[in-house]
Structures are given as C-alpha cells and as structure tokens.
C-alpha cells in the first residue's frame, strides 16, 4: 500500500530557533498534501493545505509567518517551524491523498517537536 | 461549519465484549465518512469508509460502522473485541478539497 514518511520522527530545539520537517510520498504522486498538529488527548488538528507548485493554504488561526510550508515536487512537502517556541512543543502529522479515492489519506508517522 | 463529535473519549472492555463507539456530524453537503485507528506508537490507518450506497460498510479485522443520515451518525461496531483492539479510534468526515476534519478520538483498551 502506499506510504507516506517524515523525517525526523523526533526533535528537540531551542526557543527561537527553526526546525524543518519533511513529508515524502514514497510510492505515489501527490499534489496535495496536508499537516496536522495532534495535542496530548486531543485530536488531530488540520493546520493548512500543502499544494505542489502553488502556495498553501492555512485553516484559520495558524500564523502563515510561523509555520511555513513548501510543496517542491510531487512527493515532497516540508514544513519549517520558525523562532520555535514551547508552545509550538506538539506531534506534528503529515497525510497525502492516493489518487482517485476521495477524501481518504495516507498518513505519516509523525514528529516529536519539543522546543526546550 | 464542519464538525464532528465523538461520545466516548475512554472506552474500557473485557475481551469478547462488544464495541460501539458514537460518532456526530455536522455538514450542510454531501459527506465521505472514515473510522481510523492509531494503534500505540503506529501512524493512522484506515479502518472503514463510506462514500455512498450501502449504508452499512464492513472494514478490516471485523469492524463495521453503520451510516444513519437522518441522525448525521456514523458509529462503529465490532461483535467481539480482542486485546489486539486496543487502540485509539477517530472519526472523521470529509466534505470537499479531500480535508478531514476529525473527532476528538476514543482511546479504546481492551483487558484480557
């Protein structure tokens, strides 16, 4: 079935530094990806859209400035936690749709971010 | 505005015993609806689906959920649940732009 990985699984940084995070698709295309930031006991919250070529395109709320997203190619979508903080400590989850099934998603495994 | 809304937030059963775990929408349009599950230290899979058809969709290791539009519910169910069931459950809906929008979770443990 198809995949979807991030790298790192898990990190930790300084406040106000950034951290990168990588989504790749690895066994199929995706214009589309999607990041989610999961609370401790609390769902997955959809923070923005991922799409390949084009800027993303956020949920309200999530500071565009903060949480930068690229989508440079078809099986890549990176997103970069700037002047991180402890309040932007979280789970941070990356899905891709397959092609041709409506709403369905594969998802990745997740980051561990912790902002020390 | 889409929301979804799931009744048991901790679960707690015996092997054998039955499951049912309460899941709400709210969506003006035509909906997809999803069942994943995260079991410990694994990333989200799907479990079930339904689209159209059927109201009544099978998924894998013997789950089933149950699509009732007049109620906007999508509860799941499974007859007999074993220890390997322990997991978290979340319900999910998508109604355009392949978004999903998910419930709270149920963290299910299962006892042997």
């Known amino acids: 079935g198809a995949v979807v990985s991030q790298h790192p699984s898990r990190v930790i940084c300084k406040s106000g530094t950034s951290v990168k995070i990588e989504c790749r698709s690895l066994d199929f295309q995706a214009t589309t990806m999607f990041w989610y930031r999961q609370f401790p006991k609390k769902s997955l919250m959809l923070m923005a859209t991922s799409n390949e070529g084009s800027k993303a395109t956020y949920e309200q709320g999530v500071e565009k400035d903060k949480f930068l997203i690229n989508h440079a190619s078809l099986t890549l979508s990176t997103l970069t936690v700037t002047s991180a903080h402890p309040e932007d400590s979280s789970f941070y989850i990356c899905?891709?749709?397959?092609?041709?099934?409506?709403?369905?998603?594969?998802f990745g495994p997740g980051t561990r971010l912790t902002v020390t | 505005a889409q929301s979804v809304s799931q009744h048991n937030h901790h679960v707690i059963l015996s092997e054998a015993a039955s499951l049912e775990l309460g899941c709400n929408y709210s969506?003006?349009?035509?909906?997809?609806l999803f069942w994943y599950v995260q079991y410990p230290g694994q990333h989200l899979q799907l479990l079930l689906k339904?689209?159209?058809?059927?109201?009544l969709v099978k998924g894998i290791k013997g789950f089933e959920a149950e699509f009732i539009k007049s109620k906007f519910s999508f509860n799941l169910r499974k007859p007999s649940v074993q220890w390997s069931d322990t997991a978290e459950y979340f319900c999910a809906v998508s109604g355009g732009y392949n978004k999903l929008i998910f419930g709270a979770g149920t963290r299910l443990a299962v006892h042997p």
């Open positions: 339904y689209f159209s058809g059927d109201p």
């Open positions: 899905s891709a749709p397959p092609s041709g099934r409506a709403g369905e998603q594969y």
């Open positions: 969506y003006g349009g035509t909906v997809n």
